[in-house]
Structure formats: C-alpha cells, structure tokens
C-alpha cells in the first residue's frame, strides 16, 4: 500500500501536485459552488448551462488524454478514435434508453424506435444494458475490444504512419456508415435520445448534471494520472523510444507489437470512458459522433495544446472547444475557417503546440543567462543540454 | 439456325415485301370502298356510320387516319357530295385529307357527323389499327406502345396483320410482347405455348408478371392454368429470363463497377504520387474533385447564359477548365504550406485536412450549401442498348474512356518526359536527384499541381453522375485513399488495379449485401490484404527502405 502511495506521490514534483490540487480545488468545488450558492444576477455567478457545458469539456480533455497517449507519445495518429468514443457513448446510451421503461412517446417497454421500426422484441445484443454495471463495463470493453483486435492486426503487419492513419480513418467511416442504418439496431439516424434517468436520479435536475459533472472531472484527473503513470514508467519510454525509432526499438530486442498494442487499447478504452460520461450530460448519441472530422478535430485538440505532454492536450481540448462553443453561436460561418487555419497554423508554426511557446522562450532565457555566464569557459554539460531542448523545439521528422 | 443478323435482315426483306404488296393491293379498292365510307360518315344511320368507320380502319389507307382522328377530335366536317373536311383550330379553313386541298370553311355546306359513345367506341380501336400501318413511324410506335399496354382479344388479329408488315425491330418487338400476352391467355393450348416460348425468346421483364400468372393458384388450391406442361414451360421460361436478368446484371455492374473504379483512379493517382514524391499526404484532394465538379457547374451556367447553341459542349470545355482551376489551387497549396511538410506525413495529413475544411467552407459561401445540378449534356444522356434489358448509360462509358485516356497520358508523361524522368528520379532518391541538378522544389510543383489538376478532371466526371455539393469530396477521399494503399504507391499500374478492383468489388458486393455491409466488408478484406502485401499490390523492389 505504501509502495503504490509512493509511487503516485512520484508522478509530480511537489510543486506539480500543489497546481494540480488547486486546478482540482477551483473546478471541482469551488465552480459548483459559484453555481448553486451564489445569487444569479451576480458577476461571479455561473450560469447554469456551464456546467454540463465544462462537464463536456471534461470528457474532451480525456479523450485528448487518450489522444496523447498514442500520438504524443507513441507516434501513432489515429483517426479512428471518434469510434471508441461514440461505443462508449452508445453503451452508455443503451441503458440510459432500457431506462426510460414505459414513459417513451409510444408507451412500450421496448425504444420508440424499435416500435417504429415495427419490431417485436429487444435484440440479442441489447440483452443485459438494463444493468448499469453491465452496461458501464461494455462501454469500456466493447471500444478496447474492437481496438486490441484492430490493431492486433494493423501493428502485426507493420502497418505504421499514415497508412495506420488512412486505415483506421477507413474503419471510422464504416462505422459511420453502419450506425447510420437503421437495421442496425441503434437507433439509425436519430440515435439514442429522451433519455430520462440514470441510476433513478432525473438528467434533467440540475444536481444530477452537477453530479455528473463532478464525475467528469474526477474521472479526467484519474486519467490524467493513470497517464502520467504509464509514461513515466519504463513501459512509457519504450513507448517514446518507439515514435522515435521503431526499428531500433526492434533491433535492442524488444517486439514494438505488444506495447504499442497496450497503448493503442488503453487509449480506446479511455475514450470510451469519456463517451459513457458524455452522452448522459448532452442527452444524446447519434452516428455523427463517429463522422471522420470529428476523429481528425481530436488531433487537433492534442496538437494545439501540445503533443507528448498530456496537459498540453487537456488544456488544448478544452481551449479549442472553448473556441468553437463561441464561434458557432456568434460566427457560424466562420468556425470552419478558423477551425482550418488551426490545423495549418500549429502544424506549420507550433510544432510542440502552446506548452512549446513557454518551453521555447525559457529555453532561450536560460540559453542566454548560461551565455553571459560562461563567457571563454568550456563547453558544460548543462549548456548543451540547453542547446538540445533548443533543437528539440524544432519540429523533428517523422 | 441462321445467325441472327441474317434472320433480322431476312425479316426486314419479307416485311417490306408483304407492305409493298398490301399497298399495291389497296390502291384500286380505295377508289370504291373508301369513297362510300367517307360519304356513309354523314349519315344519321348508326349502322351504317360504324360499318363506314369500320371500313375505313380496315382499309389502311394513310389518308384514313387524319379523318378518323379529326372526327374523335370533333374537327371533322362532312359535305353532302361525299367530301370530307378537317376543320383548323380557327375554324376558317377546311382541309380535304383526300384530294389534300386546303380550301376556306366560309360558304361551305358543312354537317357536324353523328357522335355518341358507341361511336366513339368504335373509333378507338379503328384509328389504333389504322396508326399501326400509318407510314409514320413515330405513330406506329405509340400505336404499339398502347396496344401492348391494353390489348383486347379482338386486338390479336390486328396486331398480326400489322406484324407481317412492321420492318422496325423496335416495334416488332412492342407487337410480338403485345401479341404474346394476348396468346398466353388463348384457349388453345398450343398457342399458349408458343406465347411462352416467345415472351421467353424476346420478352422482357415486364411479361414475366403474365409468366407468373400462368403458375399461380386460386383460393381453392386449383391451378390458374390446368395443364401442367404449360405451367412447366413457363417455370422454365421464367427461370431463363432470371439467368439473363442475371447476366445482364453481371454486366451492368462491371460497367458501374469500372466507371467507380475511373473515378477512384483519376482521384487517387494525383494522390500516390504525390505521396511517393514528397511523403505528404493530401487530405484536401478530395476537395479537388469537388472543385472540379463546381467548375462544370460553373461552365454549365456559362454556356447556358452565353452559348445557349454549344451547351452541349460545356463539359469539353469544362475539362481543362477544371484542370487549370485545380492545378492552380494545387500549386498555391504546395508553395504555400506543403513545402514545408517534406517527409512529415502526419503533419502533412493534418495542415491538408485543415484546408480542405477551409475550401469546403468557401465553396459553402460562394455556391450555397445545397447541392447544385449539373445537367447532362444530350450526348451523354441515355444510353447503349446492349442487348434486351441491359442500358449502358452513355455518361458512365464516357467516364470510363476518360479514365483511359488519363491514364495513358499520365504514364506517357512519366515514362516518356523529361519531367517524368525527374519525378521518377526524385522519387528514387530525392538527394541524389538533387545532387545532379534536378531542381526538385519545380518537379515537386509541377507534380502536385498535375495530381491536383488530375482530381479536377475526375470532378467533372463525378458531376455527370449525380449531385454536387461542397461536401462532395468527403465521400470520395477515404475510398481514394484505400486505393493507395491497396495499390502501392508511386506505382500507376498499382493504382489502376487497386481502384479498378476495389470499383468493381464494391458494386459485385452491393447486391449480396446491402451498400454498407459491402464497404465494411472490403474494408476487412483491405486489412487482411495489408497481413499479406503491407507495401500494397506493386511493391517497390530492391532495397526501398522506409524513413
């Protein structure tokens, strides 16, 4: 017990676990707070939509999470992962709609759409997800399934750079494509929707969406640690060592397939996690979730803010969802022009993302102070170490 | 058996003979029986008036059937000396069908003829029969295209007469179907059988609706059709008429599966080498073709507005035009952002996403987010009548000589130019090429605004096959996409065979599965292709080493 309490206290320098308590402390008590105890007319009140709104933007930031975990750091960009998200989401919505009973518009035990589609009884693979436990469970096995077997086959092969990218972009969209049919059995165009109640508390009370909420960043800072646990561990820079250098990696005797398939899963089911948290605080799941943009929007998320540093990617899902929250309400015509000039903008001019400003210009300070300082001495370790976190700021290839 | 042209031709002879004689034979009948009926037209006996309407529809004088039209039009006009005139519209002029004269109504003694239902009810079958024979072949054809649609029994013997005198095949086969309909429900059990025999030889598949009839049953379990032989011919003849639909299926398919596979090919070869070339992959590509297709929407409207007489030339023009547009753009993306992404596909895969969002949304702005219509010029509408029941759209063939045509230039231009040459080279090793002079920064513009313009061409035929929207790209992108991998890249006869193959397999799964079952269905099979071939179908040999 004391060994894994070390080992979590390890994850950060003392002063990292002093910012994260705080950030911890402001989101997750002081916000609700500012909710529900202020009065509403008052500049420091927030309003009510906010909270599922940030909530939201929690389980973006696991999803950036799961995001770094396998671009950042393992060099594999997926565009697939709007898919685990949506399962996840879908499971999740699966129950919350076994929920609903006898209330739906038509009055019958089975989903409005099943009676719609004039079918008789509930299909196989809906059996169980009246079950919460049930259900919380396939949301995270049924994206890490799909995932271990998909990419099983894919990192078996050697299937690696953008061809990994293309073929899991080609999956997103069959996906797509499958969920949209309505002999499926989810719902087809529409989705999973009218969701009532989860585990007997109403979704439409605003302690139940401060709840969930709550859940939503309780469980991102999980995530967040179980990442920064698996990248500091010597698995994490097997991790790095294979973005770097795969055939290296292979040539020191080590067989890349397996790690990166631990990454590839753990990352899916991450983001099923989010999924399952995400649909019950926007009321809906529909097969637009796994439309190819939004798995591609997901890079970007980890791109801004980022890439390899996992608060880079938080803080970049939710800066960049911030962004478009404002501008499909005040400028919905321009959303897509600034949303494309990101892409083009970080990938050309912030290569390490914002975290990479900082990173650059203290690197640059400290560049200078050892300059005026070591005047005529030899070259010393600390100096070329400098130099390196430099060069490391220039985008490096692929 | 005579071979089957031989057969036609020989009809075509006996026909025209049998017309010849018909013709010979009723010039000197006209004169007497023709002239009584005309004069028996105004009448108030309604014997005598269906015996004279009869006549005339029996006599197969082309004269006969303007009168006879004119009178279900209530135009007709009867004169008491036996002449007959069409009223015009106006009213103030009197054409004489016989002696074909155009004289004024004003001072004529003209007599409305006597019309009730009965002679009405005459009149129909009488002009349809006279129309059979009519030497316009436009009316012959309606008159068919009716009688096959409601023929009576009493039709079966008018239809004959004008079978042994009908040359146009397409006709025959109108009357044949008509005539065989009417047998399948002869009393004579021999004349069923050829009428089976028939609708299975020529038929097509709106008889079988009569062939199924043949093998229902009635409430009490009785058979419709009490001999059994017939009930088996039809089986048989329904089971041969689903072998060819069948077949004609197979080959329909192919066509749709190859001019699919056209359009994949004209997107994913800009897109396989440029990616050989440069390790950049060009997510906005697909944003290509849909700059394509708007470019023939905006030549369409062009031409429509300036030379409304040449539209039917729009897309020859609009070709290089799309060309030109979307080499331009390609260019301004590869000087613009691209060039800075050498060898850095992820990034590469990102910034072009990025931009293709940027030209959707543009696109959205200036045309408007809803589909537009590109009209198909006339000589690409219809189609190629291959054989009974298999059209050939006209559009699709020309998209497939297209992707022909493109294709032998492309590899023309590889193998044969200088500028090929450099490619290839650069391709190879781009620091050796540049070690020896080539200038690498030009040969990677000038590819990638030729790939770009490739995608424009392909826009413009994607736009002869149905809507286009802003989003148009999108749908296109990932199955280009597959191509490349399946094909290998850099290589144009892998991308020939990845797009041709994953065409044709895509539209011979369509049926078995539904659309969607079939896409997820060749994507599994990608990826356990990929187990096997990870370089695609044409893998690079020698020590192609990867970066």
Not at chain 1, 34 to 58: I, Q, R
Not at chain 1, 74 to 82: E, Q, V
Not at chain 2, 327 to 348: M, P
Not at chain 2, 426 to 437: D, H
Request: overall charge positive; hydrophobic content about 50%.
């Amino acid at each position: 017990m004391r060994g894994i309490l070390h080992g979590v206290a390890a994850l950060h320098r003392p002063r990292g676990w002093i910012v994260l308590g705080v950030l911890c402390l402001a989101g997750l008590v002081g916000l609700p707070l500012l909710n529900g105890m202020t009065p509403p007319a008052a500049w420091y009140h927030v309003p009510a939509f906010a909270v599922p709104l940030l909530g939201k933007f929690f389980c973006y930031g696991i999803v950036a999470l799961a995001m770094d975990l396998i671009w950042g750091y393992t060099g594999i960009l997926s565009l697939g992962h709007g898919v685990f998200f949506a399962l996840g989401g879908y499971a999740m919505g699966m129950h919350l709609m076994r929920n609903i009973g006898k209330e739906g518009v038509y009055r019958s035990d089975l989903p409005d759409f099943m009676v719609f589609l004039d079918w008789k009884e509930l299909p196989w693979f809906w059996y169980g997800f009246d079950s919460f436990w049930f259900a919380a469970s396939m949301a995270l096995l049924v994206p890490a399934a799909l995932a271990y077997v998909f990419g099983y086959f894919a990192f078996r092969s050697r299937i690696r750079g953008v061809y990994f990218s293309i073929i899991t972009q080609a999956l997103t969209f069959a996906a797509m494509l499958l969920f949209f049919r309505n002999n499926t059995g989810f719902g087809g165009n529409n989705g999973l929707t009218d969701f009532k109640r989860l585990l007997g508390y109403s979704l439409q009370e605003p302690s139940t969406k401060v709840a969930l909420y709550l859940i939503s960043g309780a469980a991102l800072v999980l995530a967040y640690l179980a990442c920064r646990a698996i990248v500091g561990s010597k698995l994490g820079r097997v991790l790095t060592a294979i973005r770097d250098a795969e055939s290296r990696v292979m040539f020191s005797g080590y067989n890349p397939l397996h790690y990166k398939l631990f990454a590839w899963t753990v990352s899916a089911l991450l983001c099923g996690l989010a999924g399952a948290l995400y649909v019950p605080q926007v009321g809906i799941v529909n097969p637009s979730e796994m439309q190819t943009s939004n798995s591609i929007e997901m890079a970007i998320w980890v791109a801004v803010g980022g890439r390899g540093t996992l608060v880079g990617a938080v803080l970049g899902a939710v800066l960049v969802n911030g962004a478009k929250s404002v501008f499909t309400v005040q400028w919905p015509q321009a959303w897509l022009f600034v949303l494309g000039g990101l892409f083009v903008f970080v990938t050309l001019f912030l290569p390490k993302g914002l975290l990479g400003i900082g990173e650059r210009l203290g690197a640059l300070r400290k560049l200078a102070a050892r300059r005026m300082r070591a005047q005529g001495r030899p070259q010393t370790p600390e100096r070329s170490a400098a130099l390196s976190a430099v060069s490391a700021a220039k985008p490096h290839h692929e | 058996m005579l071979p089957r042209s031989l057969r036609i031709a020989l009809a075509r002879a006996s026909a025209c003979a049998a017309l010849l004689a018909a013709l010979a034979w009723s010039l000197p009948a006209q004169s007497a029986g023709l002239k009584s009926a005309l004069k028996d037209l105004g009448s108030d006996d309604t014997d005598r008036l269906m015996s004279a309407i009869d006549l005339l529809g029996n006599s197969g004088d082309p004269a006969a059937l303007p009168i006879l039209q004119a009178y279900r039009d209530e135009t007709l006009r009867t004169a008491r000396d036996g002449r007959v005139f069409v009223l015009s519209k106006d009213g103030k002029q009197a054409f004489d069908p016989v002696s074909r004269e155009t004289v004024p109504a004003e001072g004529l003694p003209l007599a409305a003829p006597f019309v009730s239902n009965r002679v009405r009810r005459a009149l129909a079958p009488a002009i349809a029969s006279l129309a059979l024979v009519s030497p316009d072949v436009s009316a012959r054809a309606s008159a068919a295209e009716e009688l096959s649609k409601r023929a009576s029994p009493e039709d079966a013997a008018r239809i004959r007469t004008a079978l042994a005198r009908e040359a146009v095949p397409d006709i025959r086969k109108t009357l044949l179907a008509a005539l065989a309909r009417l047998d399948l429900n002869s009393p004579e059990r021999a004349v069923r059988l050829a009428a089976i025999q028939l609708v299975e030889a020529e038929g097509d598949v709106q008889l079988k609706v009569d062939l199924l009839r043949l093998t229902a049953t009635r409430e009490d379990g009785s058979f419709v059709e009490p001999d059994a032989g017939i009930r088996a011919a039809a089986v048989s003849a329904m089971k041969a008429m689903d072998q060819r639909q069948k077949f004609v299926n197979l080959f329909a398919n192919l066509l749709y599966g190859l001019s699919l596979g056209s359009v994949l090919l004209l997107t994913a070869l800009g897109l396989a080498i440029t990616f050989g070339l440069m390790g950049v992959i060009n997510m906005a590509h697909g944003e290509m073709l849909m700059l394509g297709a708007y470019t023939a929407y905006a030549m369409q409207n062009l031409f429509r507005s300036a030379l409304p007489g040449a539209f039917d030339y729009y897309v020859l023009a609009a070709l290089p035009a799309a060309f030109a547009v979307c080499a331009a753009v390609g260019v301004l993306l590869e000087r613009g952002v691209l060039r800075f992404l050498y060898g850095r596909a992820l990034e590469s895969l990102l910034a072009t996403w990025g931009i293709s969002l940027i030209l959707i949304q543009t696109v959205r702005l200036v045309f408007g987010a809803q589909n537009v219509t590109v009209t198909n010029p006339a000589w690409l509408s219809g189609g190629y009548t291959a054989f009974p029941g298999l059209v050939l759209p006209w559009s699709r063939i020309a998209i497939v000589l297209l992707g022909l045509v493109v294709v032998a230039l492309v590899s023309l231009l590889l193998q044969r130019t200088a500028l090929g040459l450099q490619v290839r080279a650069v391709t190879q090793n781009r620091t050796m090429a540049a070690a020896i002079g080539v200038r690498t920064a030009r040969v990677d513009m000038w590819t990638f605004a030729f790939g770009s313009g490739i995608a424009g061409i392909g826009g413009v035929a994607l736009s002869q096959l149905g809507n286009v929207g802003p989003e148009l790209g999108q749908s296109y992108i990932v199955d280009s996409f597959m191509v490349v991998v399946l094909g290998g890249v850099g290589k144009i006869a892998g991308s020939v065979a990845g797009a041709m193959g994953l065409g044709i397999l895509a539209k011979y799964l369509e049926p078995f599965t539904d659309a969607v079952l079939g896409k997820i269905i060749l994507l599994a099979l990608i990826v356990l292709f990929i187990q096997k071939r990870p370089q695609g179908l044409f893998a690079p040999k020698g020590r192609a080493v990867e970066g």
